[in-house]
């Protein structure tokens, strides 16, 4: 009924040590700063069990460093985008607030 190769090819014996999915840092993106690119991580981090358990140790490890750099990516672009944003938004308010207190 079930192929026996596809079920046991994780030998915990021989295996390397299993990567960090890094899934922690894929929801932090997703909840807290950049939707799309948590979504990209979160996909890569969900593999990376399964390939793991499956054998494709290489693979494993390929997709958990790119749901990491997809996640730090995204931190980098909310932080990105939110600093242009307050500086956009804020900062004319701000310059005129402190440099019209000065002229008066």
Do not use: R
Not at 37 to 49: A, F, H, R
Not at 66 to 78: D, F, N
Not at 82 to 96: A, E, Q, R, V
């Amino acid at each position: 009924m079930f192929d026996k190769k596809i079920l046991m090819t994780h030998d915990p014996n021989t295996a390397p040590p299993k990567p960090n999915n890094n899934l922690a840092w894929a929801l932090v993106t997703l909840l807290a700063c950049c939707m799309p690119l948590g979504i990209v991580s979160i996909v890569y981090s969900m593999k990376v069990d399964t390939l793991y358990f499956q054998g494709q140790y290489k693979e494993a490890q390929e997709n958990a460093d790119l749901a990491k750099k997809w996640a730090i990516g995204g931190i980098i672009a909310a932080l990105v985008f939110w600093g242009l944003y307050f500086l956009i938004l804020i900062g004319p308010s701000f310059l005129l607030i402190f440099f019209g207190a000065i002229g008066a």
